[in-house]
């Protein structure tokens, strides 16, 4: 009714399974209600730390969606990338148009 599900394949709700994100659970359940194997062509789109944790954990694509429009300083401060704080987003975009630029790049050089 004008909502976005008809947008999605599937949708996995964080009571949907047994523990939530940074956990890979609800990863897991959506490549597997897509019948999917996962990989680096699936991405996660997030905008949380969680969000990277979970993507990374699950060895996808982790797209860090940047609304807050945080500074390249405060981005370091939150994925750090060292022993204690390993995960860092695959690609960071700041709004719908970078989003949208990189589907279609992406999509441009997979017809190729």
Known sequence: DGGWAHLFDTEICGDDTEQRKPHTDQILKAAENLNMPLGADIWYVGDSTTDVIAAKSAKITSVFFNGAQWDQPWLNKIFPGNARYP??????????????????????????
């Open 87 to 112: 995960y860092k987003p695959d690609v960071v975009v700041n709004d719908f148009s970078e989003f949208w630029a990189m589907v279609l790049s992406c999509r441009k050089a997979s017809k190729r």
